[in-house]
């Protein structure tokens, strides 16, 4: 019983380690997102001074 009990407790642990990866791949591609914006807005803004 005690065997079964650490099982689900590595397996709920291991949840817990996927989702913080899952959200730290999550706003590793938001920060990403808003740096191609950024960039975006200021080629732009090159190609219309030139």
């Given at each position: 019983m005690a065997r079964t009990a650490g099982d689900?407790?590595?397996v709920?642990?291991?949840i817990?380690?996927?989702?913080?990866v899952?959200?730290?791949?999550a706003?590793?591609?938001?920060?990403y997102g808003?740096?191609?914006m950024v960039?975006?807005?200021?080629?732009t803004g090159a190609i219309?001074?030139?």
């Open positions: 689900t407790l590595d709920f642990t291991m817990d380690i996927f989702k913080y899952i959200y730290g791949i706003a590793a591609f938001f920060v808003i740096l191609l960039e975006g807005f200021f080629t219309k001074d030139l």
